[in-house]
């Protein structure tokens, strides 16, 4: 065992040093900079303006709604797709993926080594931006907003949207690091399972459970209100409660991850095309 | 089933369609082993077979008794420097023998005192804190020479590890394949080009398109070589008169005179005595010579081409 969690601390720390200085990854680093750069600019101006036109509770509005359309939707999404399907994907255009094969490494360790790794760099780039985001959102109301932070319900919402975030860049991750070992291009599988998670709410309730979105928009700690022409389409299955949204998403991470290690056995290290 | 040999049982690779080896049976004792064959003919192949890096698709392989989809034994015993010239991004040389020991489980310590050993034993001490991205090709091929060997592997399996070296560093590398040969290791090198190691190789395995043409200590295969007759096409005036006069020297085996009666083919034990030859009964009959080309693409050819002019020379 003590063998085991050396190892991973071995592939962890190699795959760090990459992921850092990967150049490849550089928009990803864009797209979480996005909502910092926004919810700055917010800030200065609404400061600059001096005036209050608007209200803390439409501030945080309008930051689950960034929050669910843009970080749950896209950025994380694509984030994720960028971190973990290169992984695999990334050696083997690289053609080093045979160092890891060549040493005493169980694969299923590999698997795991390498996903905390993408799940480390992942999880600081994204609670990162999600909580300088939601902090930045209000800042101009000054003392209100550390008010609304520290003594109202501030505090509880960031820490659901960081959990969110967090569990966001783990179910994704999954998905992303597998199809990372079977497609070489990334944008088909992202294509793929984009089209899944956004119809989902309109799958019979069987099906929605395979889905990262559908356990994570109840955590949600502030509801968006749905459109008119959406929400008689809605099929509104039993919205999972916390304690099973939580454990079914890491379930679903689980059994990916494990499809993933089983793979990786069998893969053969050719570069062909 | 010996714990001290290499072996290939009845092992077929395909690609698809494509054959890499086929129907291979081997046995590889301990000492230098040179994989010699032209571009394609399945070397890399039975590399990354008796690595585990791809499987057979017919046939068993066992590396010192251990099967090769065993990761955790296998990688203990085997080093491998691949032909792929590439590198994880970011690191020293240091760093990149450093972080593939780690994985094998070693105290911190041990990676970092195993790690210079392995360098010093390439002559990377001085660059070794230098980027591997700033390396020359040279400096590329000992690096990774470097990290096959640092964990001390009974095996080792090397690519092509004379390409890029200058003569110096190719001496130096010649004489570590020797060093660790004679110390009882397995040392697999592979060549396109028979004398670049046959000073240096206990046995040699030849290859041709997927196939073991050869198999043995140097001299034997040389013999077999020698014994194996080869054909010439030979276009020129007076083909008749040209087979005459082979004849009477008691030269060739066999010749065959093309209808259009301005081409032969001849087939003869002796190239190099051949060429000799035409070039006299040319020069004493004044016989025109348009071509003289080797008219098979079979072993025997692969064989001169392998062996080249000076074959014979051992
Ligand atoms: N990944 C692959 N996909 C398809 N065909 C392959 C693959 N790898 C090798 N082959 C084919 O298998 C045969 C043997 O190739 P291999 O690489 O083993 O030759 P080699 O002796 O190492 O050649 P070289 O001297 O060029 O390195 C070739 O015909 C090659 O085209
Ligand atoms: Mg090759």
Known sequence: ?273 | MSDNLITFANVSRFYGEVLGINNVSLSIPPGVTSLVGPNGSGKTTLMNLMTGLIRPTEGEIRVLGIAPNDPGRLCRAVGYCAQFDAFPKGLSGYQFVYSFLLMHGFEPAECGRRTLAALEMVGMMEARNRPVAAYSKGMRQRARLAQAIAHDPQVLVLDEPLNGLDPLARAEAIALFQQWGKAGKHVIVSSHILHEVDRISDQVILLSQGYVVAEGQIQSVRGEVKDQPMQILVRCSRPNQLAARLFIENHVVEAKLHTNGKEILLRTRDADGFYLLLNRIVLDSGIEVESVSPADDDVNSVYQYLIGGEGAAI
């Open chain 1, 1 to 273: 065992m003590s063998l085991y969690l050396r190892q991973i601390g071995a592939v962890l720390r190699l795959e760090m040093r990459k992921t850092f200085l990967s150049r490849r990854g550089w928009w990803v680093y864009l797209l979480a900079f996005g909502p910092v750069f926004l919810t700055g600019m917010h800030w200065l101006i609404e400061s600059a303006r001096h005036g209050g036109r608007h209200s803390i509770g439409e501030d945080t509005l309008v930051f689950a709604g960034i929050f669910h359309f843009y970080y749950l939707r896209l950025g994380i999404f694509f984030g994720c797709v960028g971190v973990f399907s290169n992984l695999f994907r990334g050696e083997v255009l690289e053609k080093t993926l045979h160092y890891y094969y060549l040493t005493p490494l169980r694969r299923e360790v590999l698997v795991a080594g390498k996903y905390l790794a993408g799940l480390l760099s992942a999880t600081v780039l994204w609670v990162g931006s999600t909580a300088i985001s939601f902090m930045l959102i209000g800042r101009h109301f000054g003392a209100a907003y550390n008010d609304y932070v520290f003594h109202g319900p501030g505090l509880g919402q960031l820490g659901s949207y960081c959990l969110v975030a967090a569990l966001a860049c783990a179910g994704y991750g999954a998905v992303f690091l597998m199809s990372g070992l079977f497609f070489r291009n990334p944008m088909i599988p992202a294509a793929v399972v984009m089209v899944w998670e956004n119809i989902n709410p309109f799958l019979p309730a069987f099906l929605k459970k395979i889905s990262v979105i559908f356990y994570l928009k109840n955590l949600c700690p502030v509801e968006i209100p749905i459109p008119p022409p959406f929400n008689v389409m809605v099929i509104d299955a039993d919205p999972a409660p916390f304690w099973v949204a939580v454990p079914g998403l890491l379930a679903v991470t689980l059994i990916l991850l494990a499809y993933a290690a089983l793979s990786a056995r069998s893969t053969e290290i050719g570069y062909s095309e």
